[in-house]
């Protein structure tokens, strides 16, 4: 039962995250005038490369992202594993 409460609280913190981040993205993609790539969200999370005096519209938060979705897959592995157990145990 210990694990199942750590794994849900791992997998919160990691939705938590990556969810702060998606919303903060598009709060502040209507204020991008120039990016590059297909989308805007995606520009306004990862940003680009700096051309000569162009300033990078972005908020740079590429890292803490990929962080996030680390912790939620982490998370749910976790659950996972003791679904898993718990299933095999009521099968015995």
Not at 34 to 56: C, N, P, R, T
């Amino acid at each position: 039962m210990k694990r199942i409460v750590i794994g849900g609280f791992i997998m919160l913190g990691g939705l938590l995250i990556t969810l702060t981040i998606i919303l903060s993205g598009a709060i502040y993609a209507t204020q991008i005038t120039s990016w590059s790539g297909k989308s805007k969200l995606w520009h306004a999370i990862f940003g680009d490369k700096q051309y000569g005096d162009e300033v990078v519209q972005s908020l740079f938060l590429g890292f803490p992202f990929i962080l996030g979705v680390i912790i939620t897959v982490l998370g749910l592995v976790i659950l996972g594993i003791e679904y898993y157990k718990t299933i095999e145990k009521k099968i015995k």
